[in-house]
């Protein structure tokens, strides 16, 4: 299994970024799929999730901005991320979940990606 993010990148604040996260050895939608944030000197914290069922949740501090889909023909995790804001900036993570459901743990997560850079400035 691998995941492999790409899309980061430096932009200005009001920018807009898509986050795009290849899947090798299963489906994406077999398992629940996340993405994790991670800043220097705190915890990766949740982001956005899509279960197998498709319900998707995003994180308080994204929402209404970004939002988590999925290409099964491509077999492609997305993050779309709108109206970026300074505090946005961090290293992003895809990651597999172990259950067809989704939470917020980063132990119910089995597969992670190596992370992509994005760095929001004004």
């Known amino acids: 299994a691998q995941l492999d993010e790409s899309g980061g990148g430096s932009v200005q604040v009001g920018d807009n970024l898509t986050l795009s996260c290849v899947v090798s050895?299963?489906?994406?939608?077999?398992?629940?799929m996340a993405w994790f944030r991670q800043t220097p000197g705190k915890e990766r914290e949740g982001v956005a999730h899509i279960a197998t069922f498709s319900r998707t949740a995003t994180a308080d501090s994204f929402l209404g901005r970004f939002t988590i889909s999925r290409d099964t023909a491509k077999n492609t995790l997305y993050l779309q991320m709108n109206s970026l804001k300074s505090e946005d900036t961090g290293t992003y993570f895809c990651a597999r979940g172990r259950y067809a459901g989704c939470t917020w743990n980063r132990d119910d997560y089995l597969d992670w990606g190596q992370g992509t850079q994005v760095t929001v400035s004004s």
């Open positions: 050895g299963y489906s994406v939608r077999s398992n629940c």
